[in-house]
């Protein structure tokens, strides 16, 4: 089955959801396992090994800043930034970091986190290996993880099961596919949304799910109207300055110019987009949507429904819940991970989402918001992921405004339409799966081609 749309959009904090928050989450599993075995207290040294992906471009996505906070005990959900600064200046003043925020143990991260850049593990290429040593130098414990994409962190032996959040059998409306989706929709004459609730209602109250929605509609607004009001210039070394809020004088000051421009609300779209991107390129909290580098997507979107269509909350839930179940298409038959497939299961992805979430609150029928999905994916395909500096800014940031835009305009013209078309959104899936298959590695977020080794030409 599908994951729920509550792991599809998760809170966490920035740049990237499969190399920073999942290492994060990894490294605190592998504490609480130790704890479960009540062998915490004979660890005495570590070794982290970053693979592949992972490691080439990890330390522009601070992976090694995220393992380190992972292993002290904070999660990207709840993350404070002032209180993990002081414990990384800990471990790097006085080289202690407190497993779990209790048992103390030596760290330096210049002997004890392994960059093994061209090692690449089979089932994923975001892998990482965590180790702990007794003082005799015996393993304590030892386990591999594999972060594959929006903040999904899996094991060997759950990647092998494809495990997800429920299983066939345990939901009223089980689908595993697009035509699945639409053939639930048609028999039972309920809506994608509707047809997700109910299954969402096996884990959680009608209550808790509605309360889960608007916290996350809400961190998604907060995120916007933080990124607008940001100056300065990003981290990480490119020095690119935050646009957001310079944009944001500049549209104010042409207000009266705006209302007889047929293409203001683009400007606004392209304005929200940028200030998410810039936020989680700083670190700041946002919403995976699926992923941290697409994260500027859907907030965009959802808030264009909002401005420029007069969207009412219940209109906001139709739109999370649709995008949230092709979402969880992607996840399931394809993949929402750079290093994976490219940026068309990052940004691809999250534009196939807010086009069948726009679609679905404008009133669209299924079939419309399947149409509008697979238009949107149609046109990402081959999409590649090249970071410059291994970082979420050069082409990252832009490439979400544009894929906003992008998947207004795909709902648009299926709203224009019936419903039929001759590629199906699984045939668009799958397409975008073996694209992301027979890619160049360098083309999947290793900063090794691309705009990645042309920043003096671009």
Same mark, same amino acid.
């Given at each position: ?17 499969s190399?920073t928050?999942g ?39 601070a ?30 003043g006085a080289?202690?970091? %407190?497993?779990?925020r =209790? /048992? ?7 002997r ?7 090692? %690449?593990?089979?089932? /994923? +290429?975001?892998?990482l ?11 304590? @414990?030892?386990?591999?993880?594999f ?7 899996? @094991? ?15 939901? +009223? ?16 004459? &309920? ?11 096996? =884990? ?11 916290t ?12 607008l009001r ?12 935050r646009?957001a ?5 500049i ?6 110019? $705006? ?11 392209n304005?929200?987009? &940028? ?5 989680? $390129? ?34 906001? /839930? ?9 979402g969880?298409?992607?996840?399931r ?5 750079? $290093? ?30 399947e149409?509008?999905?697979?238009? $949107? ?6 999409? =590649? ?26 709902? %648009?013209l299926?709203?224009?339409g ?19 298959g ?20 671009c």
């Amino acid at each position: 089955m599908i994951p729920s749309v509550f792991d599809v959009f998760k809170l966490g904090v920035g740049p990237s959801s499969s190399h920073t928050m999942g290492p994060m989450i990894a490294a605190g599993r592998f504490v609480e396992a130790i704890r479960g075995t009540s062998r915490l207290d004979k660890i005495e040294r570590l070794r982290v090994i970053l693979y592949a992906s992972l490691a080439l471009t990890g330390r522009g996505h601070a992976t090694d800043r995220a393992v380190m906070l992972g292993l002290s005990g904070f999660e990207p959900a709840s993350l404070d930034p002032d209180e993990a600064e002081a414990v990384l200046s800990t471990v790097a003043g006085a080289g202690v970091l %407190r497993l779990g925020r =209790t /048992h103390p143990v030596a760290f330096n991260p210049e002997r004890d986190i392994v960059w093994a850049g061209h090692e %690449r593990l089979a089932p /994923h +290429p975001n892998a990482l290996n965590l180790c702990a040593f007794d003082r005799a130098g015996d393993v304590v @414990d030892e386990r591999t993880y594999f972060s594959v994409g929006g903040g999904f962190v899996r @094991d060997a032996d759950a990647l092998a099961r494809n495990d997800e959040a429920h299983c066939a059998e345990s939901v +009223p409306y089980p689908f595993n596919s697009a035509g699945e989706l639409l053939a639930c929709a048609s028999k039972t004459g &309920l809506s994608i949304a509707a047809l997700t609730l109910a299954n969402e209602q096996v =884990t959680r109250s009608h209550d808790e799910i509605i309360a889960g929605l608007d916290t996350i509609s809400a961190a998604m607004e907060t995120c916007i109207d933080r990124g607008l009001r940001q100056g300065g210039r990003l981290p990480g070394g490119l020095e690119i300055p935050r646009r957001a809020r310079r944009i944001l004088q500049i549209l104010e000051a042409r207000a009266e110019a $705006a209302l007889v421009d047929p293409l203001a609300a683009m400007d606004f779209v392209n304005l929200w987009a &940028l200030a998410v991107s810039e936020e989680n $390129a700083a670190g700041g909290r946002v919403v995976t949507a699926p992923t941290n580098g697409a994260a500027g997507i859907i907030p965009a979107v959802l808030r264009f429904y909002r401005r420029f269509h007069q969207g009412d909350r219940a209109g906001v /839930h139709v739109f999370l819940l649709t995008a949230g179940a092709i979402g969880g298409l992607y996840k399931r038959n394809a993949s929402i991970s750079g $290093a994976e497939v490219g940026c068309q299961g990052e940004v691809g992805a999250a534009c196939s989402m807010a086009a069948a979430g726009l679609c679905a609150a404008l009133g669209g029928a299924p079939a419309q918001v399947e149409n509008a999905a697979e238009i $949107a994916m149609e046109h990402n395909l081959g999409l =590649t992921c090249d970071p410059i500096g291994g970082l979420v800014q050069i082409p990252c940031i832009e490439r979400n405004a544009i894929g906003a835009i992008k998947a207004i305009d795909a709902a %648009r013209l299926a709203l224009l339409g019936d419903g039929q078309h001759a590629v199906s959104l699984d045939k668009a899936i799958a397409t975008m799966k073996q694209t992301g298959g027979d890619m160049n590695a360098i083309y999947k977020e290793t900063a090794l081609g691309g705009l990645a080794v042309n920043l003096t030409e671009c």
